[in-house]
């Protein structure tokens, strides 16, 4: 894809390397081109030259997409605004635009001379309105949506040790029984603790392949009844390398959709003051202890 830019217009031209008695040809395959509008129109020649392939890809991608293929441009400039480290914002979304195309892209620079292609359509370019098959609107550019995918998975060993827990905690045992067959015994659920009771009646626990669930508004997380498997969670929820000890309410919500305990909420907020590295950071503001001032005493080591 050939592509240029000047002072009053954008053009491209896409073409096809094509094997023809043994020699390779390029054919070509389509051409774009528009007016500029009036607020790209203060932008500097690099910018306009990057605004250009983002808006080519944009309009080309059936062509592009999936495809490795060579950007061909008379500015070196290109290359060095797709690595800028401190882009300002509008580049930013440019950089993200065409994230998709930089395993399959290289970018080439080639003199003036020989882009007459791109070159013609830039300096004779259609005008910008809606029969233009390159129209762009005129008015606020459009936001790129950026989407995220968060992927975690555990060994096997630790739903093993799960599911062995259960038999040992007197609640987790009796929801085990009670959702594995169905069964409707009104007794064996009036025996549940208070707390577990109630997320019981309103249907928050679901069993599957033995491991319990939680259900809560927007969450569905696996229960956990062992200190050990506790201990564990909030070790690398709080003090793994990728947790960072974050705050009692950071911690807070990746246990959230990680696991649910009773009085989680109470357990993060004790095991986050009893983190050694994070008090001795997060120094306490006001008045220094002393005479007259009441010391609180530890309710646990």
Known sequence: MYIDACGEGLGAAHHQVQIVNDKPYESPISFISRLIKPTEARYRANQMEFLFLVWALEKLHYYFDGSVFEVITYYNAVKLLLNMKTPIRHMLRWQIAIQEYRGNMTIVQKAGNIHKNADGLSRWASPNTPDNPAYVPTGAEPQIPIKGINITDVGTEFFEEVR????????????????NKDCKDAALANSLDDIWKASFENGRFHLFDGILYHRSNHTCVMDLCSRMLIITILLECHDNIYSGHLSGDRTMEIIKICAWMPSWRKSVIEYYHSCERCQKANKSTGKRFGLMIHIQEPSTP
């Open 164 to 179: 062995d827990s259960y038999k040992l905690a007197k609640n987790c045992n009796i929801l085990t029984s009670l959702l």
